[in-house]
Structure formats: C-alpha cells, structure tokens
C-alpha cells in the first residue's frame, strides 16, 4: 500500500514539475487531511474554512479572503487567524476571478467564496494558477476539482439552557470526503479556550481537592 | 560679525494660538508662559495654577507643548530665510542672524524690513536687537519696543550690559548667587577680574564673564534650510478626463520620487492637491495617502488617478484641472526602508498584488481586519482600506457591557436579515421596555428564504439601549440580543428591537 502511495506521490510530482510542499493543517484534522500547495480544497462552512485557514495563518504565512463579505473576523482572531497578515476583498463582483489569480500570486493561502455555478474550465485555470504559484485555495461552496471536500454532517450546541446559559461548547461530526471514495467522518469539539479539537481527547484535569492524608 | 536677534515674546502662548485675553501655558500646574494680559493681571512665570487662578479667574489655561511650539515657529524662521540666509535658530521663538550690514541699507532698515514681514505673515509681537554680541543682541531685543528694534553700537555692548541687572540671566541659582554677593548688576560682575571668577566659579562662570563683558563672540550654528520637495504639474490648458491626467503626471511623479531619493529620503505619507485653473486656483480636492511601505512613482500616479477618479461625475473632474501639486507629509531615510540583502520578502509582494487588486477593483476593494471593542457582533470588527492606517479603533480590552460572550460567531451580515420569531400559540415574541420576554421563542425563521423551524435551545436576552441620543425612529429604544439555536443544529445571533426581529449572525 505504501509503494502505490509513494509511486502515486513520484508521478504527482513529475506531473507539474513543482514539487507540492505540505502546508500546516489543523491538528484536528490530523490523519484525514493534510494541505498541499498546489490544491483546491473545498468547504461548506465558515467554521470550517476559518479552521483550514488557521493553522498556515499561525504559521507566518499570508492569506486572503475574497467575496466573503460576512467573514467574521472576530471568529477567525479567536480560532487562530493571524489578523495583521490577513487581506480581505470583500465585494470583487464579477472580477473575483482576476482577483482571486493576482492574490494567489503573493499570498500562500486564499479562501474563496465563489459565486454558483463555477465551471471546470474556470476551476482548471484557477488550477493551474495555483500550481505554479504553490499557493492552495479553500473553497467555500461548491468548486469542481478539489482534492477534498470537508462539510459539516450534523451540529450540536451546548450551554444555552433555554434562556438561562449562554453558547459555550459544539459538537459537530465532519465528513472528509476525497474524489469518489466514501467520505471518512471524525467527530469534533469546539471548546471554551481551547478552539476546535477531536471530541474525546482531553488532557488529565488537576482536581481542585487537595490532598489528604489515609491510614 | 554684528548679530541680529528676533525675538517673539511669549512665544509658547502666541504658537497655541491664544486670543488677546489673559491667557497662560502651564506644565504640571505651574505657568511656564502668559501674555501681556495675563501679567497686568499678576500672574507671573513658575505661579501655581490655583495662584493664577486666584489673581485672574477668567485666565485661558493651556497645556504646553514643546512640539507645538517648534512647528509655529517654522514659518517665521522660513519667513526671515527668505529675506537673508543663514538663520540660527536658538529656541521657538528666538532666531539669530547675522546683521545685514548695507544691503537693505544699514541694520535699521534690516530690522525694519525683517519686522514687516514677520507682521505680514501675522506674528505681531516681534522685537529685534543688533549688537556685536548674541548675548547683547538678545538683551537688547527684550528691551525693544512691539515692532520695534534696539540698535547697541559696535563696541558699545559692553556699556550697554553694565547697567542690566543680573536677573537677565537665564539661571535662578548663579542670579541669586551673585545677588548675595553684592553684585546687583552685569557691570559689577563685569568688573571683576576674569581670572578670579575663573578661579571662584570654574569655566561656566568664566563664560557668564565674558557674556557680562560683551566679549562672548561665538556665532550660533545656522541651519540648513529644508530641501523643497513640493512638486507641481501644470497642464496647459486645463485638462478634465481623469485619464489624459493620469498619464501627463508620470513624468513628474517620476521626478518627484527621484528628487526625495537624491536627499536619501523615501515618502510614505503623500498629499496630493488638485487645483482649477480659474483665476483663484481653487482646489478641487486634496487628500493625504499613506503607504504601508513607501510612494514608488507608479503608486503616486495610482493615488491621482483614486483620488479624482472619485469625484461624482466618474471619469471627468468636475472643474478643469490646471495643476496637480504633490505634497510629501511624511518622508524617512531610505535607509529605514532598505532591502535586505535577499530582498524584501514577502510584504513587497503582497503590495504589488494587492496593487493590481486595487487597480482592478478600485482603492477600498481592499481591507485589512481589526478587531476592536462594541456590542454588536458588527461593531466588534472594523474594516481598514489596505494602505490606510487604521483610526478611531474602539479598545477591544475594555469590558463593553452588553455584548454577547465567546465565541465570536463566524458569520457576520453586513445587512442583517429581516425574520421573525414566534411564540406558544404563534404569537410573536417580544421584548418589553424593561427587558422582559413575553413569551419563550418556540418557532422561528432565518430570513435566508428557507422555511420556519422548532427552536431548539435559546439564550439571551443581552439587552442595551445604545446611542439613546440619536434621533432615530425609536430613540432610547431596547435592543435585546438573542442566540437562537434550531433543531437541525444552526445556531444564530438574532436582534429584537421592539417588534422586528433581525438575523445579525450566524455560528457556523
């Protein structure tokens, strides 16, 4: 399996002549996804875009955001989002494609919010742009041609108590879904502090009882 | 060498731009400046601020401000520069230069010349001293009229020193030294032997000496004037479509930017002004451009193009254009700016791209985030023209009462959408003036087109009755906030305001 793997990595590689670097990828997502320059990457919310966006964004790297004019730029402060290396265009119009292709050539990660009905031939160009340039694209709708699609398969919040809390905590299950194989699901928490991480995993939690002595 | 001295009494009062009532600058409540009104009054340099306050209760009180005081004075010092070069600044509002001996025929007719210009340009408190010595010169200026000028003849400075008292100079310590020695005049000092008072008083006092003695000739350091880095296009005739404009301005704009290289100097705040070609050149608009690196000549002939292409007839100016004038506000050593050694990495890049976004899309298609302090999720983000630096930002860190707790959702409409929230029995559900529920939210829709659906869990409400001030439809009114979240999972951030109800957010 390994072999077929690596074999599938040498002719990806000779295929463009631009090695594809991975890029920094959400530790949540560790095992399901990992970023590549080069690719297209598409999402169907804004929780998961701003994720995907966080982890390069932390890195250094500089990102953009165009047609998303609902982007909440608190959210994405908090998720991990580098606000000072961060561009947004917010209304291209009918120009968000020669803008998403002038960003792509200086910033490493763009998420896009493409208007319905993009075609194949317009995805191959923008395709082909991020090759060249090792740049990657997230997708935030529909896009033909991404290596991976990643939605939100069911939701679940917490702490409003009907009018006595507030929301605090969100359970949501993600699927993962590449090409035509079945999609791999992974089941995610957003906490308090803390952003999002696999739902199950927590650190040991110091007891706030002290000690006392037995016997 | 004769000396010629401007002085403009009280000078930190005139640059703040007091009125002709009593007036006073104080720093940490004590007066450091006042004006004639204010001293016929009593009050006097170093007076406590309640003291002041006492003696004269309709005094003006203003903060001093050193930097204030230098740029007032700028323009006197460029004003006496274009009547004779070499002007030595020795603090705001004091100058010196040397005395023209013949060329506005003697140093009377010098003085006078230099008096009705600062006057022309609307310093009317001047006083001008000449004398061997600056010291003298100085003197004799505090002793000269308004508009006036005091003229000690050569040799005669120290004749003229020996009848001063010793408060004339600048030091409380030395003056209340010398006056407890007896010396109650400069000409006493003076008398003394100079190497007992270099023995007694060391090298500071062997200099009080020689000022006393009128024989102290160091020439003050004369500055360099500024270089003019003003730079103007003047079309022949007027020209009016935006783009003939755009591209006769290159050439200068080329220059311009050469002309601050040859200083070392790269600009990265930029006015540029557009004047019509009537007889008033009136200006037709002016506008001040920063950069968020520095002006290449390509960026300079993109601000022109912005900034008249936004007048409201679109690509024509409103009024023919005779001259295009571009004002450097800010300008650094190049030096500051310099590429490393491997170039400037990637913020150059990301301002060529942003660039061509710009020039694709127009100037403010492109905005950088910030996050800054407000009640509504809408108020918490502020959107900054890429270039633009970023101005009256709300703090963030302060506690705003009233807004919704992390997190922060993900969606924010710029235009919140209409919606509506139902209650038990389908009666819509409200807020009361006091922030009461009048019934619990059993149904709702988003506003987005898709259909009603089983609230799930809520919370809220978040109330606040902001900007009570403003004359909207309902002034004072409560704005309560709610998250509402659905049975199918969404949750949302709602408004209710009186009886309409608004999806501002979402948590996606």
Redesign the interface.
């Known amino acids: 399996m390994s072999t077929v793997q690596q074999l599938q990595e040498r002719i990806r590689s000779m295929q463009d002549g631009v090695p594809r670097q991975p890029l920094p990828t959400h530790p949540a997502l560790e095992g399901l996804l990992q970023l590549r320059t080069g690719g297209a990457y598409e999402v169907d919310s804004a929780g998961l875009a701003i994720a995907l966006l966080s982890a390069p964004s932390r890195e250094g790297s500089w990102s953009a955001v165009v047609g998303a004019a609902d982007f909440g730029v608190e959210a994405a402060a908090e998720l991990g989002v580098d606000l000072t290396r961060t561009v947004l265009v917010p209304d291209p119009g009918e120009h968000w494609l020669e803008a998403t292709a002038a960003l792509l050539d200086v910033v490493s990660v763009v998420l896009l919010r493409p208007p319905p009905g993009v075609g194949e031939r317009t995805a191959g160009r923008i395709g082909a742009r991020l090759r060249k340039r090792s740049a990657t694209l997230i997708a935030w709708g529909r896009w033909p041609g991404s290596e991976a699609r990643l939605s939100v398969e069911s939701s679940h919040w917490i702490g409003a108590d009907r009018g006595h809390g507030r929301l605090t905590d969100r359970r949501l299950v993600v699927s993962v879904a590449r090409g035509s194989a079945p999609p791999r699901r992974v089941e995610l928490e957003l906490a308090p502090g803390v952003g999002l991480r696999r739902y199950g995993f927590r650190q040991a939690q110091p007891t706030d009882e002290p000690l006392r002595g037995v016997g | 060498m004769r000396v010629l001295v401007v002085w403009c009494p009280d000078w930190p009062v005139v640059a703040a731009g007091a009125g002709l009532g009593p007036c006073a600058v104080l720093t940490r409540s004590a007066v450091v400046a006042c004006n004639e009104a204010a001293r016929e009054q009593g009050i006097r340099r170093g007076m406590r601020r309640r003291d002041a306050q006492a003696r004269c209760p309709e005094l003006v009180l203003l903060d001093a401000n050193p930097d204030r005081d230098v740029r007032a004075f700028e323009p006197v010092l460029a004003a006496v520069e274009a009547l004779r070069p070499g002007v030595a600044p020795l603090r705001p509002g004091l100058l010196a230069i040397k005395a023209p001996g013949r060329f506005y025929g003697g140093e009377e007719f010098a003085a006078a010349t230099i008096a009705e210009k600062l006057v022309g340009t609307g310093i009317h408190d001047v006083r001008i001293g000449i004398a061997d010595d600056l010291f003298s010169a100085e003197q004799a200026a505090r002793l000269a009229d308004v508009q006036g000028w005091r003229v000690i003849e050569r040799g005669g400075s120290a004749a003229f020193l020996c009848a001063l008292p010793v408060d004339v100079l600048d030091d409380a310590d030395l003056v209340g030294l010398l006056q407890r020695l007896g010396l109650s005049s400069l000409g006493d000092l003076a008398a003394l032997p100079a190497r007992d008072v270099l023995t007694r008083f060391g090298a500071y006092g062997a200099k009080v000496h020689r000022l006393a003695r009128g024989v102290d000739l160091v020439q003050p350091a004369s500055r360099t004037p500024p270089p003019d880095l003003v730079t103007e296009v003047v079309f022949e005739p007027a020209m009016t479509s935006v783009e003939a404009i755009s591209f006769s301005v290159r050439r200068k704009a080329e220059e311009f930017i050469a002309g601050l290289a040859q200083h070392g100097l790269v600009c990265t705040a930029l006015r540029v002004e557009a004047e019509g070609d009537d007889a008033k050149r009136s200006l037709l608009s002016s506008r001040s451009w920063v950069h968020s690196r520095w002006f290449s000549a390509v960026d300079v002939v993109d601000r022109v193009h912005w900034q008249l292409q936004a007048s409201p007839s679109g690509a024509l100016v409103g009024a023919p254009v005779g001259l295009v004038r571009f004002v450097p506000e800010v300008v650094e050593p190049a030096a500051a700016h310099a590429d490393g050694l491997w170039g400037g990495g990637?913020d150059e890049?990301?301002d060529?791209?942003?660039a061509?976004?710009q020039a694709?899309?127009g100037y403010d298609?492109?905005?950088?985030?910030?996050?800054q302090g407000g009640r509504s999720?809408a108020d918490?983000?502020l959107?900054v023209p890429?270039g633009e630096r970023p101005s009256a930002v709300r703090s963030p860190d302060l506690p705003w009462p009233g807004s919704?707790?992390?997190?922060?959702?993900?969606?924010?409409?710029?235009e919140p959408w209409a919606t509506a929230v139902i209650g038990e029995g389908g009666r819509p559900v409200t807020v009361t003036d006091r922030g009461v529920?009048t019934g619990?939210p059993e149904r709702f829709h988003t506003g987005s087109g898709s259909g009603w659906q089983q609230v799930q869990?809520?919370?809220?409400p978040w109330s606040v009755s902001e900007q009570w001030w403003e004359s909207s439809e309902r002034p004072g009114a409560l704005v309560a906030r709610f998250?509402i979240?659905g049975v199918d999972?969404?949750?949302w951030l709602m408004r209710c305001d009186g009886d309409r109800w608004w999806t501002e957010?979402?948590?996606?």
Do not use: C, H, N
């Open positions: 990637t890049l990301i060529r791209g942003v061509r976004v694709m899309l298609a492109v905005v950088v985030p910030v996050r999720p918490r983000q959107l890429w919704i707790p992390s997190p922060a959702p993900t969606r924010v409409f710029v529920l619990v869990d809520w919370a809220g998250q979240v999972g969404s949750a957010a979402a948590y996606e």
